[in-house]
């Protein structure tokens, strides 16, 4: 094991299987569930931008929202694909710079569209005739905005923290890029900065996670008090996928980086990952659409292809309006 330093020309990766098959499996099982996400996520982006009727705040988080979860997944799966493909473990020090700058954007960006879209759910419910004040155009655009600078800021942050470490080692515990198992590389102090800002974001994460529950224990309170049931089942298909997006990620996130290291091989540990950095942007198109009866409705049209041709022309020239 060579020692290297912050100038390394290249990291190892650790592969799912040393076995060509096992290898070629592995590729053919990344590639259905990233063409997956790709069609899902897609579709809920088109179907959003030429539905006239979904151009409303919850719909243009949600949108954003499909965008960040497409970036978030392209960053990580087609570079894995194409190393079992290749029979490699390599990635260049740019590539790997590369993922985790746009992992942590990605990823911050996320959690911080969550948390509006709960303060967007709790204004609609519990404050309905403030709602087009409060939730107007420019508002939902500056929002937007602070998630991309947010995601933009945090990824600055943790990328020149990460590499600028000595690292004495090249092998990365880890199927991607990851910052706490090139941490493990390092031979500087400067690992404790990185260390730091990592628990300080992870501190940040879990109030954005307090904030979302507190936001829908008002909601759900609110629901409550509606006396029709058509009404609160209304309110309700718009909250429980938002709530199930959070929760599964937040769950996926704690099963990986809460438990031991030292209770989980290698192996489990890939395992785990792929399924913390894929199963949430593959699940929130079908988790969305699934108790959506306006975006269910919004997908038949699509798919719809006689319809759909003869309504693209009104719809296409038109921004999407809040």
Known sequence: ???LTSLTSEFLLLEFSPVRELQILHSVVFLALYLTTLIGNGF?????????RLHTPMYFFLMNLAVSDLGNISVIVPKSMLNSLMNSRHISYSECVTQVFFFVFFMASDFVLLTIMAHDRHVAICNPLQYEIIMNKGACTQMVITVWI???LYAIIHTSGTFSMTFCSNRVDQFYCEIPKLLKLSCSDLYLVEMGLLVLSCTVVFGCFIFIIATYVWIFT???RIPSVQGRHKALSTCLPHLMVVSLI???GFFVYARPPSNISSELDLVFSAIYTILPPML?????SMRN???QAALRKLLDLKHFSSTTPRFVPKLLGL
Request: aromatic share 14%; glycine share 4%; net charge negative.
């Open 44 to 52: 809920i982006i088109v179907a959003i931008v030429l539905d006239y």
């Open 1 to 3: 094991m060579a020692n």
């Open 293 to 295: 009866k306006e975006i």
């Open 284 to 288: 929130n198109p079908f988790i969305y």
């Open 250 to 252: 937040m769950f996926a």
């Open 222 to 224: 609110a629901v409550h």
């Open 150 to 152: 947010t995601g933009l």
